[in-house]
């Protein structure tokens, strides 16, 4: 027990003990509080269901349903997925215990939703709770401000990240943007979601294409990551241009994403010289040869395909295998089906039990397994889900966008076109390159 105390950092206040790894990596949150409490005359069902619910105000934006589970010895967990106000995917989960006295109590953890940090904090809950339990008994009867959840942030673990709803509102300045204070302030993902979503117009009310000398793409490969990434660019006529580009591009709000986006270097000047292109560094200001550049042509409007493209990606790092493989089948009839498939595996070069998980999703629906296998632990889970809808439905395509209606009925446009080096055997969605199955 005492070494299983020194794996922890334990602080106790307020009816509460509160576990954080030692060895926790500064930018992943795993977080245990164990806390008494009163069922009131419910039993614990009933009990950690309000329980959860009463705390949603206090996390952020739930992204799913609570899963209610019955677990041994008549205890039940409950458990979810949500995002913070800075824009941090968290998961949460809660699960009832009893003390040696016949009291109850509940244990809640707040973790990255990462499997390999799951797998190899979450076994050792089992041996941490008697420990845990000992200290919990040692301390005052519980009060109503000793059970409340707080939720940790990157900032402070013990902080509480209030409801999301209506902060935009409070922020929106009267033109429809947050003023530069407020922007700077938001976290990275936050900002990035807030960008995109402010960067774009009503379909086809942005650029105007008569305002473009030519749309370029730089294709390669990337050995870190196991795929082939790419770089869209749009030069404008008046000798400014704009990198990265994952907007359709008569979607695109110039005026707001060089307000947004200038920060991010995404904004410089381009010139041509010996049939070769120019860009201007924007922290130099020297003019910087870009190589590998290929003109990204537009699909005609209404253009049908009859071909299935893929994609796929996939790495190894310290012990963890992934690979990813996406299909988009295009018909002549305007309809278009998507599948995927996605693999992880690995022991965390050694320090915890072999998982391994498996999802894939096409027409039919989703399936996921996932298994674990160690030293005294070993099982396995799969869940099957028919919501194949999602996957199909009819496709428009006109010039650089193409729109995808899914039979769900999720509708959204997407950046689109064919880099002309390689024919029409390769096409860009979003900031993807896909090819020809068979080629």
Not at 172 to 197: A, D, F, W
Not at 222 to 235: C, E, P, W
Not at 291 to 310: D, H, I, S, V
Request: glycine share 10%.
């Amino acid at each position: 027990m005492a070494c299983t105390q020194k794996d922890w950092k334990t602080t106790s206040e307020a009816n509460v003990v509160t576990y954080v790894p030692t060895d926790l990596s500064s930018n992943k949150e795993f977080q245990l509080r164990f806390y008494r409490i009163d069922l009131n005359g419910m039993d614990k069902k009933t009990w950690i269901a309000q329980h959860a619910k009463d705390q949603q105000s206090a996390l952020g934006k739930i992204e799913k349903n609570w899963k209610i589970r019955s677990e041994k010895q008549g205890e039940w967990s409950a458990s979810n997925q949500y995002v913070t106000a800075s824009g941090d995917k968290l998961a949460i989960g809660y699960e009832t215990g009893t003390l040696t006295n016949g009291n109850p109590y509940v244990y809640q953890f707040i973790s990255s939703p990462d499997v390999g940090l799951l797998i190899k904090y979450g076994l050792k809950i089992n041996k941490l709770k008697p420990y845990a339990e000992k200290e919990l008994m040692a301390l005052q009867v519980p009060t109503l401000e000793a059970m409340a959840t707080k939720v940790p942030s990157k900032s402070d673990a013990l902080d509480t990240v209030g409801p999301t709803t209506s902060q935009k509102e409070v922020r929106t300045t009267q033109k429809g943007l947050v003023s530069t204070s407020e922007s700077n302030n938001m976290g990275g993902k936050e900002r990035r979601q807030y960008v995109r979503e402010n960067i774009r117009t009503k379909p086809n009310q942005g650029v105007k294409l008569s305002s473009i000398e030519t749309v370029l793409v730089d294709v390669k490969y990337n050995t870190m990551r196991g795929k082939v990434t790419s770089y869209t660019y749009l030069l404008f006529k008046d000798g400014t241009v704009y990198g990265d580009c994952t907007t359709p591009v008569r979607d695109l709000n110039v005026k707001t994403s060089k307000k947004l986006e200038q920060a991010s270097s995404k904004w410089t000047r381009w010139k041509k010289q010996g049939g070769k292109y120019y860009f201007q560094n924007t922290k130099t200001k020297k003019w910087e040869l870009k190589k590998n550049l290929e003109r990204a042509l537009p699909g005609k409007k209404g253009l049908r395909l009859n071909n299935t493209y893929w994609t796929f990606s996939g790495s190894n790092i310290l012990g963890l295998q992934t690979s990813h493989k996406g299909y988009y089948k295009f018909m002549p009839n305007g309809r278009f089906e998507i599948s995927s498939f996605t693999m992880h595996g690995g022991d965390m070069g050694g320090i915890g039990p072999y998982t391994g998980t498996v999802s894939k999703s096409d027409k039919k629906g989703s399936e996921g397994t996932t298994v674990v296998s160690g030293d005294n632990v070993g099982g396995g889970v799969t869940s099957k889900r028919n919501d194949g809808s999602k996957n199909t439905g009819t496709y428009y395509i006109d010039g650089y966008t193409i729109e995808f209606h899914h039979d769900n009925g999720w509708v959204h446009r997407e950046l689109f076109h064919f880099p002309e080096e390689h024919g029409k055997t390769y096409i860009h969605i979003n900031d993807e390159i896909y090819w020809i199955k068979d080629y």
